[in-house]
């Protein structure tokens, strides 16, 4: 059983940066590719960004290109999300995944952390 435990989350201006971090509480296949979602109120959980193990293989979409960088330490078990330049839509909950292959599906994840909240104010 893997455990994700996510932090970093909070309120920010609009223009603002923040740093979600994701700990993985053991290195299993199982977290070869660790990525994060989010998901707005009222909206379903949508894709943001992955990595593989290696470090490569980063996947983002495309509303978040150019202004958040996915990166990990795999001897820490832990991936990060910087997230620069945030806009008041990038308010959302925000939650940590791992699975076995790179993919932008929530169907390919099967490990969740239990979220933390990103609210950019305007």
């Known amino acids: 059983q893997v455990q994700l435990v996510e932090s970093g989350g909070g309120l920010v201006q609009a223009g603002g940066s923040l740093r979600l971090s994701c700990a993985a509480s053991v290195r299993t296949p199982w977290t070869n590719t660790m990525g994060w979602f989010r998901q707005a109120p009222g909206q379903e959980r949508e894709f943001v960004a992955a990595?593989?193990?290696?470090?490569?293989?980063?996947n983002y979409a495309d509303s978040v290109k150019g202004r958040f960088t996915i990166s990990r330490e795999v001897v820490k078990n832990t991936v990060y999300l910087q997230m620069n330049s945030l806009k008041p839509e990038d308010t959302a909950v925000y939650y940590c995944a791992a699975g076995l292959r790179p993919s932008a599906t929530m169907s390919s994840y099967d490990y969740w952390g239990q979220g933390t909240q990103v609210t950019v104010s305007s």
């Open positions: 990595i593989s193990r290696s470090g490569g293989g980063e």
